[in-house]
């Protein structure tokens, strides 16, 4: 979900969800912050660089929301 999220990170609906999907799989791998962030990193450094590029306070409020 988090690749779908960077892919399109202007809608709010997925930051939403990949916010909760992000956090149930910290929770369902016994709160393993390291296995999950190695898995979003890619995605979140595509959304924070697509945001710095477009200055686009949306995707900064999308990017609070989500992960």
């Known amino acids: 979900m988090s690749i779908v999220f960077a892919l399109d990170p202007g809608r709010r609906s997925m930051a939403i ?3 909760l999907s992000i956090g149930v799989a910290i929770w369902g791998r016994g709160n393993s912050i390291t296995v999950v962030a190695l898995v979003v990193f890619c995605p979140c450094i595509s959304v924070v660089m697509s945001a710095l590029r477009h200055k686009n306070t949306t995707i900064w409020i ?3 929301v989500g992960p």
């Open 17 to 19: 969800l990949a916010g």
């Open 62 to 64: 999308n990017v609070a």
